[in-house]
C-alpha cells in the first residue's frame, strides 16, 4: 500500500485560532485567573462610571436647589438678608469643595464669586474668583481673571488688579477679552503714574484691536496722558 499524507493548509487566521484553543488547553489555570481578574476590573471600571455619573448629577441637583432657595426666598429684613446670603453661600461652598470632576467643581466657585460681587463683598469674590481661574474651564479662566481685578478696583487695591490683568494677559493673550484686558492693564499702570507703559498698553488696544470698543477709549486715555506728560515738561 502507498502511505499518503494527507497535509492541511489553513490560513492565517485559521492558523491564529488554532494556536489560541492550544495554548488555552495547555493553560488552563493561567486563561482562567486572567479572565476572573479581566472581569474583576471590568466591574470595577463599569462602577466607577455609574458612580461618577451618579455623584455628578447629584452635586449639580443639591448645588441648583440651593441656589433656588436662595433665589426665591424674598425678604426685606437686611439681617435675614445677610443670614440667608451666608448659609447659601456656605452650602454651595461645601458642595463645591467635595467635588472632583463635573460641572460643579468646574464652574461652582465662579458662580459664588458672582454672588459676593453682586452683593459689593468684593474682598471674598476676588478669594472665589482665584479660586474660580485655577479650576474652571479655559473658555471662563480670563473671566475669572478679569473680575477678579475689577473686583479689586472696587477696594482700590491697585496693585493686585494689576496682578490679575497681567496674569490674564500672560496666559489668555489669545482671549475673547484680551481687548478689554490691555486696556485696564493701561487704565492700571496710568493710576499708578507710570504714564509710558500705560500708553504702551493703550497702543497696543487701538493696533491689535482697532475695531474694538475699547479702542477709540484707549486713544482717548493716550491722548489724555500725552497732555499730562506735555505740561509735567
Request: proline share 1%; net charge positive.
Amino acid at each position: 500500500m502507498i502511505d499518503r499524507q494527507v497535509s492541511v493548509k489553513r490560513n492565517i487566521v485559521e492558523q491564529t485560532l488554532m494556536n489560541v484553543r492550544d495554548y488555552i488547553r495547555a493553560h488552563q489555570s493561567i486563561v482562567v485567573k486572567i479572565s476572573i481578574v479581566s472581569g474583576i476590573v471590568l466591574f470595577l471600571v463599569i462602577a466607577g462610571i455609574v458612580f461618577c455619573d451618579y455623584k455628578i448629577n447629584k452635586e449639580t441637583a443639591d448645588f441648583e436647589a440651593v441656589l433656588e432657595e436662595y433665589r426665591n426666598t424674598y425678604t426685606l429684613d437686611e439681617i435675614q438678608k445677610q443670614e440667608k446670603f451666608k448659609r447659601t453661600v456656605n452650602k454651595l461652598g461645601s458642595i463645591v469643595d467635595s467635588s472632583y470632576f463635573g460641572y460643579v467643581h468646574k464652574n461652582g466657585y465662579y458662580i459664588i464669586a458672582s454672588l459676593y460681587f453682586n452683593e459689593k463683598d468684593y474682598s471674598n469674590a476676588v478669594k472665589y474668583y482665584e479660586k474660580a481661574y485655577r479650576h474652571c474651564s479655559p473658555l471662563f479662566a480670563p473671566l475669572a481673571l478679569q473680575q477678579a481685578g475689577i473686583a479689586c478696583e472696587y477696594i482700590n487695591n491697585i496693585d493686585e488688579a494689576l496682578r490679575y490683568y497681567l496674569l490674564c494677559e500672560s496666559k489668555y493673550n489669545t482671549s475673547y477679552n484680551n481687548d478689554q484686558i490691555l486696556f485696564n492693564i493701561g487704565r492700571m499702570y496710568s493710576l499708578k503714574g507710570e504714564y509710558f507703559k500705560a500708553r504702551e498698553y493703550f497702543t497696543k488696544v487701538t493696533v491689535e484691536f482697532p475695531q474694538s470698543v475699547f479702542a477709540k477709549r484707549a486713544m482717548q486715555y493716550g491722548m489724555f496722558l500725552g497732555a499730562i506728560e506735555s505740561g509735567q515738561k
